[in-house]
C-alpha cells in the first residue's frame, strides 16, 4: 500500500483543526518515518507493530498521530518532551528504529520557494509539499530499549502511594525509605491544592 499524501494531509488537516506547516511537515515526516521502518498498513495489519516517539506537543505531533494512528490512548505514541520537531519512529517486528528531525534550514527555503504567494503561511505549506525530504529533514538510526512497563496492554502493576493513597500503574511510583509513594508525593506536583 503506498501512501497517499493528499489524503493523508486532508484527514490530518481535519482532526487537527486547520491546514498549517506543521501539518504538511508532520504528514510528510510520518510518511517517511514509516516507509523507512518498513510499515506500509500502520492503521490496519500492522497498528500493533509501531511506537511513536514525539520530542514536541505542537501542530506537527497532531499530524504524526493522525497518519501512523499512534495515540497516547493506546500507548503507542509516546510524548517525550524535548522542544524538538523530531520524532522517532520503531518498528516492533523488527526492532529497527529511525529517528527524523525537522531541518531549520527548512524554514528559509520553503520562504523563497513560493515568492508569489503573498501568505507565509500558504507559501510555506505550498514549499513543505514539494521539497525533496533531505531539505526538510535529517535522519538517523537508532536504537530504542522500550521498557516493559512502557508497553501497549494490560498494566502490568498497580500500587498504591503511601501518601495520598491514589492509585499508580505503569511502574510510575517511587520508593523513599521503603515506603511507595506516587510521582506528586514524592518529586512534587504540577498542581497546587487550594
Ligand atoms: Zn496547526
Ligand atoms: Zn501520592
Known sequence: MAYNF????????????????????????????????????PRGRQRKDLI????????????ISSVTGCTLGHRTLKYV??????????????????RIVALEEARQIAKNRFPHIEDQMQAQCEAYKVMADEELFSWTEVSVGIRQDDMPGRPLRRVVCSRCGEH????????DDGSIFCVACCKGAYYTVI
Open 168 to 175: 499508580v500503574q505503569d511502574g510510575r511510583e517511587c520508593m
Open 52 to 63: 511513536v516517539y514525539v520530542e514536541i506537543d505542537r501542530c506537527a505531533t497532531d499530524a
Open 81 to 98: 518532551d524535548y522542544g524538538k520537531m523530531a520524532a522517532t519512529f520503531l518498528n516492533l517486528k523488527t526492532n529497527y528504529a529511525l
Open 6 to 41: 493528499e489524503h493523508l494531509l486532508a484527514d490530518s488537516a481535519r482532526v487537527h483543526g486547520h491546514l498549517c506547516p506543521g501539518q504538511v511537515l508532520g504528514v510528510r515526516m510520518s510518511i517517511l518515518g514509516l516507509t523507512k521502518i518498513g510499515i506500509d498498513d
